[in-house]
């Protein structure tokens, strides 16, 4: 290369932020929130030819505008804020656990097969803590797989447990085989549909309550884990480096397995609360590409519970309002996807500017 | 015989997706990228051929099959390729990271596929009801003369261009690794981007450009199952989980596009083999479904507990790279 | 008549952050010479040398290459200016062979035509009389294997100055004669030569003329034929600086630490410490002193039971009397045989200190499995951060602060305050100062005559002679791997220090009579 062609390079340079105030990275996420809304509102419009804001209202409209779609989407909000609930420990340790969605399968596989064998053996509350246990333990066996391979030949987690993904589903359908109902049509149909047994229970009158408590209850007890348990502590240096790990004694095999047993866990439980909890029977889309999801989830709220919460939210109200539009104007329900996926790029490419300055610099002098 | 012929073809028709997808994913993790948006990246590529055949053939009485495969084939390299430049620009110039864009890029190229497949399914006037008969009718033509050929015929010259093409293209990306300059670079450039760096090689244009690249290539498997597989129509959710097993399949490949080439039809084979292995039931059916994957947790696996150093994935798989990080 | 120079530097200036590398450095290479850049760790060679290949751009100064003043802001850039440098930490790609690593990055026909490559490596290394098979594959080749495809590369692209950065270091002394002899091939035929050391009799063998730096400035150019061992090693340490450090006679010292002639290699399979032995009292300050990566590391790390050790025990004797045998421990296993060994590692937040955690967090990294609760217990720890941030005048917003975001003084105070919390029979320090202002560095001598007075056995590794001399009791001198003598601080010099750090054998002074005639 020439001297003069190096030279005419832009001189752009991307400095670290060594950190940020708080109120400025908010406002660097909202800027990036109202830009993709507004990009999503273009696109719409393009699809509608109607006005953004009739759009927009109609979003609100779908996702919270009657009870029935207030409680679908606290459901799955819900559900989606404990599967990266249960994927933080995983992520907090450098661990790319991006088989939730096989964990979830898992999870909920136990779920159904508890509630269609045991359906009448034993007393509800009993049958649904024998789920939480049993459903649990499959997603734990699922996460246990990748890490010990991890640990003890470094095996390549993030393909490991994609392919483990597919594994779970083929095994769901092979349960479907067993549990298809009617016989023929290849679905499990509503499990215990005429004695509700294994089904979530109302309190206080509604449908959903018990799922949110339970998720509610597992974040807290993950964020308590994780910030004030010893092996939280464990799993935080292991992380941050293997080095110091080693420093502080701690077993980084060991942590590694126990981490992602916990995390497959919990993961199962979502299962369960799929199952049990929502939609009362078991498909290959069970999981519904959510453990991919809140894979981006747990990864933007940089593990912080509450900002889980919002961002599972923020982007189940789109998901279920794009729905509600998407029927309006006579669009298939995959325009959510769309949308989410637009909000997503828009979400992860502003942490850019979070972490990073970016200044132009003229060049000095040029050579001749 | 005819069985085992009937076996093999539908095994050779099944890999061709997975041999697109997974030379695009070659191409991509050998600059250190590893796109978990393939999949993603193989639905925008399948629904927007067949959207621009769609509305080609819609646009014009008489239809000619050759304008049709041209158009199809462009678009689908366009979209593919756009699909390919947003996860470039988020992962390397904006540095996020990779899986997350992955993730979120697949989630969206399905969520594209889906909707405008199901909204062009309306127009057309229902599930199915899309054809664009006149495009795929050039897509799926077979070489005249060597097919008539009995059972070689059947074998090796029965299927539409793309077929070859994807195995020519395997060949050559394998040259071009192997045997080019550039391909020299591109590998250097995912084993340790710093040294490459140091050798005066452009790190980020080497990067776009193969991400890129590889996008348009794995679109092209998208636009296969449309048109020669499915013969030119559209439903939901029908092109599966080719994609993933495409990511599946670089693994199994150990990242060489001519092993690619044997592991499609191979994968191509366990994907169907349930149908052809006498005495399944329903049940074990669906186990045998299972074995693509299992076969490449083992190979994963065995890879890395023997640790061979031609055989790991690029070394800076899934890291992005900056010189003065200070 | 004025020879025009090959590399010209005026007034080049580079900081990185508060730290000035090189403070306004004046230096020249002539055509068809060798020059050794001489200076201790830290001095800013390496730096210096980095501007001259790209990788930093230097903040003030001219660049003058071949009389021309350039401007080098990559690599490519220093390539096209024919500047080829060999980074200590080479630049290869494992799983590619030596012939493909040495074309990399190069325009050319667009198919690789690797037989005629073949060919022309094998006419340059028989021109200069290299050893190496192009075929080969890096991730087969020993380190000075490595080096030679580094040296060819350099010089298939055509470069006629090149610099080479400490490039003995990962050297047999046969290695080292081969590839001295490569280099004066390259001399003859009109290449111009940088080689970083430190090492003075290398120095005096090989090159031309000698610049030496010492602590980022420019303190002169002299003839080779001109210099002794000795006038270098003056030049490259400088005048002794009396420190003001209190320093008190040892007491009540007894034996604590023992090697017995411990073998450790590293990851690439090296020997990093040869047959080492030496005894650590409590109640004075060891101090050790060597050229970087002569061991020192390995050393400390040996005794914390963080290092495999290949031959040899260590021994620990208690206060009470007993004796543990620890060279088979791991950390935690010390540990809870109660021994309280303190480390200061080095790598402060790669190993010591855990960077995104606050100071709270960081004080229970090496102590929160006390106790049998689930939970940990942050009260202690919370006070210990506040008691430290007050007795050691830690500048921090807060002790919920990530330690990452302290200055580096703060950060090693912290880090030697949780150290010394812990009552330690035996501390360990690594670079305890390196990179400190004044004040903090005297705050952490304070603190390890304290632990001195205390009765602690203290072991530092330092890096400024300087300092070793005024702090410690005795001082221990490495020299790649072997313990080359333990000195008493009281009375030898930087000199004799220096000599013992650099020259290839205890006999220091008598290799210095033979080539320095």
Known sequence: ??????????????????????????????????????????????????????????????????????????????????????????????????????????????????????????????????????????????????????????????????????????????????????????????????????????????????????????????????????????????????????????NVKKVIIRTMM??????????????????????????????????????????????MLLVSAFLVFMQQGSIQIASQYGLNENASDIITGILLFFLIGCEFFINYKVEFRKSKKEVQ | MSLLLTFLQNAISQGVSILFGASGEIVTEKSGNLNLGIPGIMYMGGISGLMAAFFYEKSTGHPNAFIGLLISLLVTMLASAFGGLIYSVLTITLRANQNVVGLALTTFGVGFGNFFGGSISKLAGGVGQISVKTTASAYR??????????????????????????????????????????????????????????????????????????????????????????????????????????????????????????????????????????????????????????????????????????????????????REER | MEQINAIELKNVTKRFGEVIANDSVNFSVRKGEILSVLGENGSGKTTLMNMLSGIYFPDEGQIFINGNEVMIRSPKDSFALGIGMIHQHFKLIDILTAAENIILGLQGSKTLKM???????????????????????????????????????????????????????????????????????????????????????????????????????????????????????????????????????????????????????????????????????????????GIAGSGQKELLEAIAGLQTIESGEILYYAPDGSTNKISDMKATDIRELKIHLSFVPEDRLGMGLVGSMDLTDNMMLRSYKEGKHFFVDRKKPKNLANSIVEKLDVITPGVDTPVRHLSGGNVQKVLVGREIASNPTVLMVAYPVRGLDINSSYTIYNLLNEQKEKGVAVICVGEDLDVLLDLCDRILVLNSGRVAGVLDARKTTKEEIGLMMTSDRKGAHKHEQRSGK
Request: aromatic share 10%; charged share 15%.
């Open chain 1, 1 to 250: 290369m020439s001297k003069e062609a190096a030279n005419k390079e832009v001189f752009l340079r991307m400095t670290k932020r060594d950190s940020i105030s708080k109120r400025k990275a908010w406002a660097i996420r909202g800027i990036a929130v109202v830009l993709s809304l507004i990009l999503c509102a273009l696109i719409i419009v393009a699809l509608t030819n109607d006005n953004p804001f009739q759009v927009y209202l109609g979003i609100i409209d779908g996702a919270v505008g009657r009870k029935r779609r207030f409680w679908v989407t606290v459901r799955e909000t819900m559900v989606l804020l404990i599967i990266a609930v249960g994927l933080t420990p995983a992520f907090k340790m450098r661990f790319w656990n991006i088989g939730a969605e096989g964990q979830i399968l898992m999870g909920g596989t136990a779920t159904a097969a508890m509630m269609i064998y045991f359906g009448n053996a034993m007393p509800n509350w009993l049958l649904l803590l024998v789920i939480f246990i049993v459903s649990s333990l499959a997603g734990m066996l699922w996460g246990l797989l990748p890490a010990v391979f991890k640990a003890y030949y470094n095996t390549n987690e993030t393909l490991f447990t994609l392919m483990l993904n597919y594994v779970a589903m083929q095994i769901v359908t092979f349960c479907i085989v067993f549990w298809e109902n009617p016989a023929g049509s290849n679905t499990v149909g509503i499990i215990n549909g005429a004695t509700r047994k294994g089904w979530f229970r109302n309190i206080f009158g509604q449908q959903y309550v018990l799922n949110v408590i339970i998720v509610l209850i597992m974040t807290l007890a993950v964020y308590l884990y994780m910030k004030h348990s010893k092996q939280g502590y464990e799993i935080a240096v292991v992380g941050e480096s293997q080095n110091t790990a080693k420093y502080a004694g701690i």
């Open chain 1, 262 to 307: 916990i995390s497959g866990g919990i993961c199962g439980l979502a299962g369960s609360i799929i199952v049990s909890g929502a939609s009362h029977t078991i498909s290959t889309s069970t999981a519904g590409g959510r453990g991919f999801t809140a894979i981006i989830v747990a990864w933007m709220s940089k593990f912080n519970p509450v900002a």
């Open chain 2, 141 to 322: 033509a077979k070489i005249p003369g060597l097919s008539g050929i009995p059972v070689i015929g059947d074998l090796l010259f029965s299927y539409g261009f793309l077929t070859y093409f994807s195995v020519i293209l395997a060949v050559l990306l394998a040259f071009f690794l192997k045997k080019t300059r550039k391909g020299l670079n591109l590998r250097a450039i995912g084993e340790d981007p710093g040294a490459a760096d140091a050798a005066g090689i452009n790190v980020s244009r080497y990067k776009y450009t193969a991400t890129i690249s590889g996008a348009a290539i794995a679109g092209l498997g998208g636009l296969y199952f449309v048109m020669e597989y499915l013969g030119g129509t559209w439903n939901n959710n029908g092109f599966g989980d080719r994609g993933w097993l495409a990511i599946a399949l670089v693994i199994l490949a150990l990242w060489k596009p001519v092993n690619a080439i044997w592991g499609s039809f191979l994968f191509g084979g366990l994907y169907i083999l349930y149908i052809y292995l006498p005495g399944l039931t329903r049940a074990t059916q669906e186990l045998c479904k299972m074995l693509p994957y299992v076969v490449t947790i083992i190979v994963l696996i065995l890879s890395s507990k023997r640790n061979k150093h031609e055989n790991q994935p690029p070394a800076s798989l899934g890291e992005a790279y900056f």
């Open chain 3, 115 to 289: 037989n005629q490559v073949h060919e022309e490596i094998n006419k340059l290394t028989a021109e200069y009389g290299f050893d190496l098979n192009p075929s080969q594959k890096i991730y087969n080749m020993s380190v000075s294997q490595k080096q030679t495809v580094e040296i060819v590369k350099v010089l298939y692209r055509g470069a006629d100055i090149l610099i080479l950065d400490e490039p003995t270091a990962v050297l047999t002394p046969q290695e080292t004669k081969k590839l001295f002899d490569v280099l004066r091939n390259m001399k003859k035929a009109g290449k111009s030569i940088i080689i970083i050391t430190h090492k003075l009799n290398e120095v005096l063998e090989l090159s031309d003329r000698v610049t030496v730096l010492r602590k980022g400035k420019y303190i002169g150019t002299v003839n080779t034929a001109e210099a002794t061992a000795d006038s270098l090693t003056e030049m490259m340490v400088g005048e002794k600086v009396k420190l003001d450090i209190d320093r008190t006679e040892p007491s009540n010292t007894e034996k604590r630490i023992e090697m017995r002639g411990i073998t450790c290699r590293n990851r690439e399979g090296l020997k990093v410490l040869k047959e080492a032995s030496f005894q650590a009292y409590s109640g004075e300050i060891l101090g050790i002193a």
